[in-house]
């Protein structure tokens, strides 16, 4: 492959928080590819579409978000196919991805799919930092421990992994706000739990955890929950 394919990481929301580098990396390519959920869309493009060169092909591609991995897979399995043949007519591809590619991001199934590329990385700004500092309070402090945490993981296992920690950032919240809330009850962390929706972005909301009501689900959000004072090193 004669082609150069570059996953940018393009921060969490905020166009002014793309670092200069992918700004040169997303300027400079010839074709820009940015996944999007069917019928949407993309966060990634909305970010970065200013710095595309003019004569920049956009290519879009539609992953679904279900439950089941098989689509997505096979999305991705098609999006490399795609990018493989650019990348054979010696194109220079950028890969668009939200937040940082290699923390949990979507580009991190190119690296796999394609190995043979020529493959450069650009990080970015991530949804964690974003998060802190839309509430203005450390991740962590001094010798604290913090965790991050998927919110589709059983509640045992969540249950375990606070009651090991300080602090914790909890993602992919979704559809399992609910159960979370509960979670974080029981482990003595929901107290000075926050909830940030749309880190960075002109829509971004931040409500303590216990303020939402029973059946109130906020999507597109991350929570940052403290036991006790502990994370400001009281």
């Given at each position: 492959?004669?082609?150069?394919?570059?996953?940018?990481?393009?921060?969490?929301?905020?166009?002014?928080?793309?670092?200069?580098?992918?700004?040169?990396?997303?300027?400079?390519?010839?074709?820009?590819?940015?996944?999007?959920?069917?019928?949407?869309?993309?966060?990634?493009?909305?970010?970065?579409?200013?710095?595309?060169?003019?004569?920049?092909?956009?290519?879009?591609?539609?992953?679904?978000?279900?439950?089941?991995?098989?689509?997505?897979?096979?999305?991705?399995?098609?999006?490399?196919?795609?990018?493989?043949?650019?990348?054979?007519?010696?194109?220079?591809?950028?890969?668009?991805?939200?937040?940082?590619?290699?923390?949990?991001?979507?580009?991190?199934?190119?690296i796999e799919r394609l190995p043979?590329?020529?493959?450069?990385?650009?990080?970015?700004?991530t949804s964690l930092t974003a998060?802190?500092?839309?509430?203005?309070?450390?991740?962590?402090?001094?010798?604290?421990?913090?965790?991050?945490?998927?919110?589709?993981?059983?509640?045992?296992?969540?249950?375990?992994?606070?009651?090991?920690?300080?602090?914790?950032?909890?993602?992919?919240?979704?559809?399992?706000?609910?159960?979370?809330?509960?979670?974080?009850?029981?482990?003595?962390?929901?107290?000075?739990?926050?909830?940030?929706?749309?880190?960075t972005q002109n829509c971004q909301?931040?409500?303590?955890?216990?303020?939402?009501?029973?059946?109130?689900?906020?999507?597109?959000?991350?929570?940052?929950?403290?036991?006790?004072?502990?994370?400001?090193?009281?």
């Amino acid at each position: 492959m004669s082609g150069t394919l570059t996953l940018v990481g393009v921060g969490p929301g905020d166009p002014e928080l793309l670092t200069l580098k992918a700004v040169n990396a997303i300027g400079a390519a010839d074709v820009v590819v940015y996944p999007q959920k069917p019928g949407e869309t993309s966060l990634s493009l909305s970010i970065a579409q200013m710095h595309i060169g003019a004569t920049a092909v956009r290519l879009p591609v539609n992953v679904p978000m279900k439950v089941e991995r098989e689509p997505a897979q096979q999305a991705y399995d098609q999006i490399a196919k795609t990018i493989s043949s650019l990348l054979d007519e010696g194109k220079s591809v950028a890969y668009l991805c939200e937040g940082d590619p290699l923390f949990y991001g979507s580009a991190m199934y190119m690296i796999e799919r394609l190995p043979q590329a020529r493959v450069s990385i650009v990080p970015g700004i991530t949804s964690l930092t974003a998060t802190a500092s839309a509430i203005g309070r450390p991740l962590a402090a001094r010798n604290e421990t913090l965790k991050v945490l998927p919110a589709p993981l059983d509640s045992e296992k969540l249950i375990f992994e606070l009651n090991h920690t300080q602090s914790a950032a909890i993602i992919k919240v979704g559809r399992h706000f609910d159960r979370i809330r509960d979670v974080l009850t029981q482990t003595g962390h929901a107290a000075n739990a926050i909830v940030v929706e749309h880190a960075t972005q002109n829509c971004q909301k931040v409500t303590p955890l216990m303020d939402f009501a029973k059946d109130e689900r906020p999507y597109f959000s991350t929570i940052l929950c403290y036991k006790g004072d502990e994370a400001w090193g009281k």
